[in-house]
């Protein structure tokens, strides 16, 4: 039997979210972001010294945020001997900091800024414009002088990512893209000379990711394709010629590139290359390109977040296991010698209380196959009450990645089995594409397949399962109650319920992805959970910040409506001040405690209780 009184709180899973991102190393010095879960989940700048002494550089109320794309990424960029460049979410200008106060660089405006790059004297990044005369977003790559002077070079696409300056400071690469596609389904590498601003493709396409390209020479570029059906490496010239895969596999080398400023791969100064890859979580080996060879290093972490930094030998990344926090990790690549900086949550409960991951494959629909992790309850005896949770995106996916949260309910008698539903990365281009089109039906089958197979293996009681979800997950919550009566009942965060509303009033970068994911207009009301409300026979919970910009809250509201109207339990919380993802402490401890209380009532022994 569970215990009475488990190790692990509301407040605890709370408190551990301060969301480590984006290190940066230059000789013996760190610097990283942090969240501040208890000052309204502003982000703030650590630096570590090469003493070891930590300090933050951004107090309140400084938040270092970027929002281009709405999701931003890396806020910051290390302008060595001067400071810190960052984006401050209030008023999204660039600032340079010392620790002090800091100074603008940017005149108040209505630009965006993001995906910083310092070299050659200067800030390169992708510049976002939302007032414009004809009413659509602009974009553009910049170079901001620390004088504040800022000059477009390059325009004309609807997106541009992973700006990448070549050694002589002769040429910029870069990833764009266009309007219907999106970063995982269609890229190019670009190169602009900037003497002249020529511009030419150097690989990519409609039909072909190309991601993160780095500097060989003067001459040759590093980056990740997909047009194998796996996101490999390759070598390329810069006018695209001698293109070479430096090591063939089914495995990924990068993730979706949601957010901006990361780097999957990283070329250290003996030439060789630290990498990231892998099916599901992504491990860190270093790869020879002269002769192919990749050696997996012996590091004490079983997932990376593909947001690597190096200077030399030495690399920084953000790692975790499933015991260990995240954490803000530096490795020399020559000696092996690894240590961990900064984890992602101080205190931890004895490891015995900490869910196990085991990896699944679950025959759904069709023969397909479904991945999954499974976390047994902890102490269970007998089929037991789970909680099937889904990502969000869709284009996302589960890892390993230690989480209170899970621990949280494995700990109370409740398990948790973490669903890669087709569409999911992690597993090829083929994987993902089971989604095109299919929103809504493949995401479905699959989450109903791994209800039941839970039940046949005999882990859950099948009156006892439930499902989770936020974003697109909270849509497949949604589908799958209307679909199936395999569930007791569904927890929706964030839930996407209509789509025609969704595509008039989501923001740019997503504004053409219902297209991908279900197809012409006609299909709505047989896809979409709102015109489907009638079929939902079970509770659900639905919880919302008022502040989304990505999932307006009208969409749970009109869910919660069409539920209540029917007579079907619904409860709807909605929390002032959150955009898309809780931050805040209190809103994090209140929204846990929500969902434990619905699955405490959930699975009673009397269901009619």
């Not at 070329?267 to 860190?284: E, I, K, P, T, W």
């Not at 931050?583 to 009619?608: H, I």
């Amino acid at each position: 039997m569970p215990p009475e009184r488990t190790p692990i709180s509301t407040s605890d899973v709370a408190r551990s979210g301060l969301r480590l991102g984006y290190p940066t190393v230059l000789g013996d010095e760190v610097w990283w972001e942090e969240d501040r879960p208890a000052e309204a989940g502003r982000r703030t700048i650590v630096h570590r010294a090469a003493g070891g002494a930590r300090r933050e550089l951004l107090g309140a109320p400084w938040d270092a945020r970027s929002r281009v794309h709405e999701y931003g990424g890396r806020s910051y960029v290390v302008v060595p001997g001067a400071g810190v460049a960052f984006v401050n979410n209030a008023d999204q200008r660039l600032y340079l900091t010392h620790g002090g106060t800091p100074r603008p660089l940017t005149a108040a405006s209505s630009y965006r800024y993001g995906d910083l790059l310092w070299g050659g004297g200067a800030i390169w990044c992708v510049r976002e414009h939302h007032d414009g005369d004809d009413g659509k977003v602009h974009r553009a790559l910049v170079s901001v002088t620390l004088d504040g002077e800022v000059r477009e070079v390059v325009s004309g696409s609807d997106f541009y990512a992973s700006p990448a300056l070549s050694p002589d400071g002769e040429h910029l690469a870069y990833i764009c893209w266009n309007h219907p596609r999106l970063p995982w389904t269609g890229t190019e590498l670009r190169i602009t000379r900037l003497e002249d601003g020529s511009s030419w493709t150097v690989k990519g396409g409609m039909s072909e990711s190309v991601l993160a390209p780095q500097w060989r020479d003067n001459r040759n570029l590093y980056l990740v394709s997909d047009w194998s059906g796996w996101w490999n490496l390759y070598q390329i010239g810069i006018f695209g010629t001698s293109s070479q895969a430096l090591y063939p596999a089914e495995e990924e080398f990068a993730w979706p590139l949601w957010e901006l400023g990361g780097a999957p791969y990283l070329v250290l100064g003996d030439g060789r290359l630290a990498v990231l890859h892998g099916q599901g979580d992504l491990r860190l080996g270093v790869l020879d390109p002269e002769t192919g060879t990749l050696t997996d290093l012996d590091v004490p972490y079983t997932g990376w977040r593909p947001a690597l930094s190096a200077d030399g030998t030495t690399l920084a990344g953000i790692a975790y296991g499933s015991d260990i926090p995240r954490s803000v990790v530096r490795v020399d690549t020559v000696t092996g010698r690894v240590e961990g900086l900064r984890r992602d949550i101080a205190e931890l409960p004895d490891v015995a209380y900490l869910p196990e991951p085991h990896a699944v494959e679950i025959s759904g629909s069709f023969g397909r196959r479904v991945h999954a992790y499974r976390y047994a309850p902890y102490a269970a005896e007998g089929p037991a009450p789970y909680v099937v949770f889904l990502h969000g995106g869709p284009t996302g996916h589960a890892t390993t990645e230690l989480s209170l949260e899970k621990a949280f309910f494995t700990t109370r008698g409740i398990g948790v089995l973490d669903v890669n539903y087709g569409g999911s990365t992690g597993y090829g281009r083929a994987y993902r594409e089971r989604l095109r089109g299919q929103w809504g039906v493949v995401d479905v089958e699959d989450t109903v397949a791994a209800a039941q197979w839970l039940a046949a293996e005999g882990y859950a009681d099948p009156a006892r399962i439930a499902v989770r979800g936020a974003s697109a997950g909270g849509w497949t919550v949604m589908a799958a109650c209307a679909s199936s009566t395999v569930f007791r009942g569904g927890v929706s965060i964030a839930g996407i319920s209509a789509l025609a509303p969704l595509a008039a009033a989501t923001h740019d970068f997503e504004s053409r992805y219902v297209e991908w994911l279900v197809g012409p207009e006609s299909l709505y009301p047989s896809r979409e959970p709102l015109s489907r409300a009638g079929e939902v026979s079970c509770p659900m919970l639905l919880m919302q910040g008022l502040a989304d910009p990505v999932v307006p809250p009208s969409q749970s509201e009109a869910f919660a409506t069409a539920l209540t109207d029917r007579g079907i339990p619904c409860t709807y919380l909605s929390f002032e001040g959150e955009s898309h993802g809780f931050r805040r402490l209190e809103t994090k401890t209140a929204a846990l405690a929500a969902e434990l209380a619905f699955y405490e009532q959930l699975f009673r022994p009397d269901p009619s209780d």
